[in-house]
């Protein structure tokens, strides 16, 4: 299986940044109009993207199942973040209710077997009116699914790996939808973007 924390730093590098910088962009805009200073992201990995970012007042507080992840954005970053943890993924989130006024997750939901319980524990952390932002590939789309199925898979061989079942959870904009309303999300947006690539979804806790 690829290693992801190998993969991290390639996401900012042409051509995979055809992809991300879209999201960073996005993120840029959800982190400007955060309700409040606290945000959470949920399956960071180092969060290179954070050298990208004006925060303002805002402070990131940054969780990952991978211990090197976390070790390397403690130390690239420091005190510009509000905290750094290690997770377990079969354990909830280490933080009390209410705690973040957004909540961002990059690209995470799709590996995620169970995303309901998932998005319930990222509902319970929020605030009153707190955000919630994600992005996950949108399979609703039929160019990505090629260039999964043939340039990225060819790569991926090349690396010992298939991608066949690196996402067991494949989202388009239906399905998307309907897992944030299961899991409370008042009035969720999903919007595609990146050539239609790539679904962002915007959702509240009421």
């Known amino acids: 299986m690829l290693d992801y924390f190998s993969n991290h730093r390639l996401k900012l590098r042409f051509p995979w940044s055809l992809y991300h910088a879209p999201i960073v962009q996005a993120l840029q805009q959800v982190v400007s109009e955060s309700p409040g200073p606290a945000l959470l992201n949920i399956g960071s990995g180092p969060f290179f993207e954070l050298d990208l970012l004006k925060l303002g007042s805002k402070r990131f507080t940054l969780c990952d199942i991978d211990e090197r992840a976390i070790a390397l ?4 970053y ?3 973040l509000a905290g750094a ?8 989130l280490p933080y009390a209710d209410g705690s973040f006024d957004t909540v961002v997750s990059m690209d995470v939901i799709e590996h995620v077997l169970d995303p309901v319980p998932w998005l319930l524990e990222a509902r319970r952390v929020l605030k ?15 160019s990505l699914r090629v260039i999964e199925a043939t340039a990225l898979e060819a790569i991926a061989r090349l690396q010992n790996f298939s991608r066949k079942h690196i996402h067991p959870t494949k989202m388009d904009v239906v399905r998307l939808a309907s897992v944030l309303r299961s899991a409370g999300f008042h009035a969720p947006r999903v919007e595609s973007m990146a050539f239609d690539w790539v679904l962002a979804a915007y959702g509240s806790k009421a």
């Open 128 to 142: 009153p009116n707190g955000v919630l932002f994600l992005t996950t590939p949108n399979y609703g789309s039929t």
């Open 85 to 92: 943890d290690v997770t377990n993924p079969n354990a909830g």
């Open 73 to 76: 954005a403690k130390q690239r």
């Open 78 to 80: 420091g005190a510009r």
